[in-house]
């Protein structure tokens, strides 16, 4: 997605966030409060080349950015694939107590990329395998802060989920639309395609609609 941005113009800055892409004990190390950090410090990088910055991410990344665009001084916000709250209803001190006993949990219930529709995009996918349940607890707490952040957000705001999303579910998309306080939001429906809208089947016309929106908002 940076690429197809880039080559339309824009400068992108894909953001590593604090206990990702290393290795999941890694993950289990981090706060919330790292990863709210991390999208700072993108942010004051991007600011350092361009005076407008947009704030674009999937699933967490979409949570992030939403949160952030409050404390941020953003142009707008692209949230893909975001949830809203998590399906668990424990509190995040439990999920921390039983951290300490389970670890980690199987990231998929069924087939590892059966939600796939692009087979060969899946094939060169590289995530972690386990799902840190303390990242779990640090996640639903930072989402509780979400809530509370959206009716506050006042910059435009472009949401995209599939409907055939099995990880985090579809209806949370209209519920964020919903308490968002923008005035300038929009909600987009995508079909044939998992949770990673950005490397699934469906990514083109993410990339269009996502430069689309920043090019309007950005005139």
């Not at 993108?42 to 704030?55: A, S």
Request: with cysteine; proline share 5%; hydrophobic share 45%.
């Amino acid at each position: 997605m940076g690429d197809y941005l880039n080559a339309q113009g824009f400068t992108c800055l894909g953001i590593r966030l604090a206990g990702h892409a290393t290795r999941p004990k890694d993950m289990v190390r981090s706060r919330w409060t790292d990863w709210t950090a991390s999208v700072e410090d993108g942010y004051n990088l991007l600011r350092g080349v361009t005076e407008r910055v947009f704030l674009v991410g999937l699933s967490m990344g979409g949570a992030l950015s939403l949160l952030m665009s409050t404390r941020l001084d953003a142009a707008g916000v692209v949230a893909m694939s975001t949830p809203l709250e998590l399906p668990d209803n424990h509190p995040a001190w439990v999920i921390r107590l039983l951290s300490y006993f389970w670890p980690y949990l199987p990231k998929a219930k069924g087939d590892v990329g059966a939600d796939w529709f692009d087979k060969d995009a899946f094939a060169s996918h590289i995530s972690y395998p386990l799902n840190p349940i303390r990242s779990a607890a640090e996640l639903k707490a930072m989402l509780g802060r979400l809530r509370l952040a959206l009716p506050k957000i006042n910059v435009p705001v472009l949401l995209m989920h599939s409907q055939d999303d099995w990880y985090v579910s579809p209806e949370n998309m209209p519920r964020i639309y919903e308490r968002l306080g923008a005035r300038d939001k929009e909600m987009l429906w995508l079909t044939g395609s998992g949770h990673v809208v950005t490397r699934d089947a469906a990514r083109e016309q993410v990339f269009e609609a996502a430069s689309a929106f920043i090019r309007r908002v950005g005139e």
